[in-house]
């Protein structure tokens, strides 16, 4: 029933545990002011979360550092790449960001600056944050404010009266969403939470596990261009903090530090998991160009760092210039590139072939070059205006990449396909019982059904599944059909031909060949 529904999600027929409520209830409630759920339902709470978060971040900013800081931070934090993507597609990872911003703050201004009715906000944030994508809204902001308070010797301020009302929000905001939904889908549908959503992603990781060290290459990467400055500041705070016991540098060190951490001893990892961390990222690299604004120098380890970003931008725009005259297409391999004699490129996907197609690489390439002009113009001299120039300058490389992403390089998918017939086509063959899989594919239908679809990326690997499981249904694009009749049987039906954002998908009915024909090995 519509009470069920709202408490236990369900998507196209199957419980859906992959993600807390909190997202799909605030989209539900955009539904009558957009007319039904269409794309400007799903952007609505995105958006709204998006400009609650930079405006929290520059009220942080301007509360700790001036007001110059605060309008700095909403500058580094709108182009930082991780954040405006995010911002651009839509991503419910936008509202933990806000929830974990808010929690901070709550907790600094409840236990460092004494007001008590942030004591209690802070665990009400924290709740939202639980809604909103899980564990990781509680353990960011209370390691962070335990951290901080440890460090600075302050941990009995969390005994008072407040943090207990506090607890008892938070476990009030949490049961207002487990108690229901474990009444009307039964303990199982809290083990499955806990055991698979938590516990296993946490240990095992379920589809994207990867090693402790993951996220130092991703994150220089995901601070472009502001990554140069990442170091300077954090070392900045660091000294204030040891020589002036400044709780303000402490704090901020514990946000960035913690998340960091945390991130890189859970074993399943994505990028977007950063999002938290991009507030107090912004901040800090706020705070040192503050400081910079106000000595009105550039000094030479400034002008060494811009000039050698903009040097690297330089070469980068150059050698994309050349690749463009330099690339060749050739009929007789189809889904490869040469660039000359020196280099060959597979282009396994529709972005891909776009980015090395000739005219992209040339629009690319005469941005970046024009970058590393402006950016080399704005160093002549050691003024209060050439700082201004250059802090412009980079804030400006971000937001080109993403048009330059949206104009040249994204796809155009077609607005009205969904996975929606693909999933119900594996969900009624699924009835019969037996086993259904996806090749070469991203297993976005296997998503929607609980991830009850094996994904295979080697036709070697698909042949041995299917010779231990007798019969096999597969979907594939059209594209992969010769691959797989190198290691089974194919039996396909014009009808089985379903409509997708990435292109036409079919579904197969696999047999295992005969050992003599087991060629492929």
């Known amino acids: 029933d519509a009470a069920s529904d709202f408490f236990v999600l369900h998507l196209w027929g199957s419980v859906y545990t992959e993600k807390p409520p909190l997202f799909f209830w605030l989209t539900r409630a955009t539904v009558p002011f957009t007319g039904g759920v269409n794309l400007t339902t799903l952007f609505v709470p995105v958006v709204l979360a998006s400009c609650l978060l930079l405006w929290l971040t520059s009220a942080v900013a301007a509360r700790w550092y001036g007001v110059r800081a605060g309008i700095l931070a909403v500058v580094v934090l709108l182009t930082l790449p991780l954040f405006l993507l995010l911002s651009s597609i839509g991503r419910m990872d936008m509202l933990l960001a806000l929830s974990v911003t808010a929690a901070v703050a709550a907790f600094y201004r409840g236990y460092v600056d004494d007001c008590r ?7 009400a944030w924290m709740g939202l944050g639980l809604l909103a994508k899980g564990p990781f809204g509680i353990v960011f902001p209370l ?7 440890v460090l600075s010797r302050r941990t009995s301020r969390l005994w008072c009266r407040e943090s207990m009302v506090g607890v008892a929000v938070l476990l009030g905001v949490i049961a207002c969403w487990l108690g229901p939904a474990t009444y009307f889908a039964g303990v199982g ?7 698979r959503q938590v516990m296993q992603r946490a240990l095992a990781g379920v589809s994207h596990g990867e090693p402790p060290y993951f996220y130092l290459w991703v994150l220089p990467i995901i601070l472009l261009p502001w990554v140069v400055f990442l170091w300077p500041s954090l070392r900045s705070s660091w000294v204030h903090w040891r020589e002036r016991r400044d709780p303000r540098e402490l704090w901020l ?8 951490a945390v991130l890189s001893l859970v074993r399943e990892k994505l990028p977007v998991y950063l999002l938290p961390a991009m507030p107090p990222i912004a901040i800090l690299i706020a705070r040192h160009w503050s400081e910079v604004f106000a000595s009105g120098e550039y000094s030479l380890r400034l ?3 811009v000039g050698c970003l903009f040097a690297l931008t330089a070469v980068l725009g150059l050698v994309s210039l050349a690749s463009a005259m330099l690339i060749v ?3 007789s391999e189809p889904g490869v590139v040469r660039i000359g004699d020196l280099l060959t490129i597979p282009t396994d996907n529709e972005i891909s072939c776009l980015m090395l197609q000739p005219p992209t690489l040339c629009f690319g390439g005469a941005v970046l070059v024009l970058l590393a002009i402006v950016g080399w113009a704005s160093m002549r001299t050691a003024s209060h205006r050439s700082l201004m120039w250059t802090f412009a300058t980079l804030s ?3 937001p080109c990449g993403i048009l330059f992403m949206a104009i040249k390089v994204m796809p155009t998918l077609d607005a009205g396909q969904s996975w929606r017939a693909v999933a119900d086509a594996l969900a009624t063959v699924q009835d019969s019982g037996e086993p259904v899989v996806a090749f ?3 297993p976005f239908a296997a998503y929607y059904l609980n991830d009850d679809v094996t994904w295979f990326k080697k036709h070697n690997s698909l042949g041995d599944f299917v010779e231990r499981s007798g019969s096999v249904w597969c979907a594939t694009y059209e594209d992969e059909l010769s691959e797989i009749e190198r290691c089974c049987v194919v039996e396909h039906d014009p009808a089985w031909w379903y409509p997708s954002p990435s292109g036409p998908i079919l579904l197969l009915h696999l047999r295992p060949l005969a050992v003599a024909d087991r060629n492929y090995r």
Not at 189 to 195: H, K, R
Not at 253 to 260: C, F, G, I, Q, R
């Open 440 to 442: 070469g594919l991203r």
């Open 143 to 149: 390691l962070i404010a335990v951290t901080a308070l």
């Open 189 to 195: 549908y809290f083990e499955e939470l806990l055991g």
């Open 303 to 305: 002008r060494f760092r």
């Open 396 to 398: 400006t490389v971000t």
């Open 329 to 331: 297409h050739t009929p």
């Open 253 to 260: 060190l514990s946000w960035v530090l913690v998340p960091l």
């Open 117 to 123: 009715r942030s004591r209690v906000l802070a665990y």
